[in-house]
Each structure stands twice: as structure tokens, then as C-alpha cells.
T-cell receptor, first 115, second 114 residues
Framework: AQSVAQPEDQVNVAEGNPLTVKCTYS??????LFWYVQYPNRGLQFLLK????DNLVKGSYGFEAEFNKSQTSFHLKKPSALVSDSALYFC?????????????WGAGTKLIIKP | IAGITQAPTSQILAAGRRMTLRCTQD?????MYWYRQDLGLGLRLIHY???????GKGEVPDGYSVSRANTDDFPLTLASAVPSQTSVYFC?????????????FGPGTRLTVL
């Protein structure tokens, strides 16, 4: 069965430090992978995606993510965290070979950046 | 600014009442989706539409219905609301179903069923 796991409910990072938000997935075929961010009382906003090609993808607001096929992971990273990065982050996957086109979503990770 | 609008922003509803959540997009996207967001559960797909005139069931469709009479509008109806339908509802769209491009989300509707 297709699934996405975000093993940490919450991640706390000091401002200026690097941050990582973890995501692992399970699909039967090849994946399309996405990261979204949700600020309080707002809808989700797209950050970045992996479709094919270079395993390191760069996205909005200085975020990047590395696709690791052997570990079935797609961790979100940023070299230097800002207080304004505090938000809820969602990982999602689509199985390219699946007959439906749906995204499978992780439960979300709350990122708190402390000044 | 092009995007997705949802109405109402929030609503308190008595159990047993009928309610329609509205969603309109102006990006001419073919695919549209309705999700509910509950704490600790992330997003769960209720219904989707790959193109105007077609709809499909998602992960949690019971108690909900949708229609897609045209490209722009995708209303979600609760025929007889129950307290377990208390949630935040998000409408989303993408240019095509199953493509490589991302989904765009509306601002959400916060629904409380008492």
C-alpha cells in the first residue's frame, strides 16, 4: 500500500542553525514527491518537488530536499533557519504507475524556529 | 490574483442540517479536489474531479457529495451534517490529473458541527 511517514510531530531548531524535516515513503512504482508548507490559518503552499533527474531539488524560501531511492526518503532541508520558517510542513507522494492520480499525504511536521 | 476561493470562511452548523461548501478556481485547471484536515491525520481526500463532468471518491467520501458542472466550480455538500464532520476543509486544483505539477490550495473553510 502507498504511504508517507513523517516520523516527527514537531521539530525545534534555533534560528541560524540548519534544519531537517524527515519524510519516508512507500509506493510500488516510481514516485513523484512534493513538499508543502502551511502557515497558521492558511491553505497549503507548494515548496518543491522531485520528478526525475538530480536527486537534490531546490525550492522556495531557500529550502531543498534530497531524494534517496535506496532509503525511500525525501527529507526537507535548509542550511540556516529563520523564525519565519515556523509552520506546518507536509510531504506527499504520487505513485507514477498507480491507476489513480491521487497524492498520498503525510500527517505533517510542526517546525518551530526559536530566536 | 488568480487562484482558488472558498466560501464560507467558517461556519457553525447544527447536526442534521444540509451544508454546501463552495469552491471556485480561475486557473482553468482540469482537476479539482476536496480534502479535510484533522489534527494528527494530515490531509485526507474526500472527493476529486479529473475533469468537468466527472467525479470520483477519495479516501473518506461517506456523508459527502460533489458535482462538477463546469471547469471552475466544485461544490462539496454535506447532506445531513454530523459532529464527526467538524474539520477544516480545503479545496485544491491542478492543471491535469496525474501530471507532474503541484496542486494549488484555497484558504480553507472551518466547519463546526454541533
Amino acid at each position: 500500500a502507498q504511504s508517507v511517514a513523517q516520523p516527527e510531530d514537531q521539530v525545534n531548531v534555533a534560528e541560524g542553525n540548519p534544519l531537517t524535516v524527515k519524510c519516508t515513503y512507500s509506493v510500488s512504482g516510481n514516485p513523484y514527491l512534493f513538499w508543502y508548507v502551511q502557515y497558521p490559518n492558511r491553505g497549503l503552499q507548494f515548496l518543491l518537488k522531485y520528478i526525475t533527474g538530480d536527486n537534490l531539488v531546490k525550492g522556495s524560501y531557500g529550502f531543498e530536499a534530497e531524494f534517496n531511492k535506496s532509503q525511500t526518503s525525501f527529507h526537507l532541508k535548509k542550511p540556516s533557519a529563520l523564525v519565519s520558517d515556523s509552520a506546518l510542513y507536509f510531504c506527499a507522494v504520487r505513485d507514477i504507475g498507480a491507476s489513480n492520480y491521487q497524492l498520498i499525504w503525510g500527517a505533517g511536521t510542526k517546525l518551530i524556529i526559536k530566536p | 490574483i488568480a487562484g482558488i476561493t472558498q466560501a464560507p470562511t467558517s461556519q457553525i452548523l447544527a447536526a442534521g442540517r444540509r451544508m454546501t461548501l463552495r469552491c471556485t478556481q480561475d486557473m482553468r485547471h482540469n482537476a479539482m479536489y476536496w480534502y479535510r484536515q484533522d489534527l494528527g491525520l494530515g490531509l485526507r481526500l474526500i472527493h476529486y474531479s479529473n475533469t468537468a463532468g466527472t467525479t470520483g471518491k477519495g479516501e473518506v467520501p461517506d456523508g459527502y457529495s460533489v458535482s462538477r458542472a463546469n471547469t471552475d466550480d466544485f461544490p462539496l455538500t454535506l447532506a445531513s451534517a454530523v459532529p464527526s464532520q467538524t474539520s477544516v476543509y480545503f479545496c485544491a486544483s491542478s492543471d491535469v490529473a496525474g501530471g507532474v505539477n503541484e496542486q494549488f490550495f484555497g484558504p480553507g473553510t472551518r466547519l463546526t458541527v454541533l
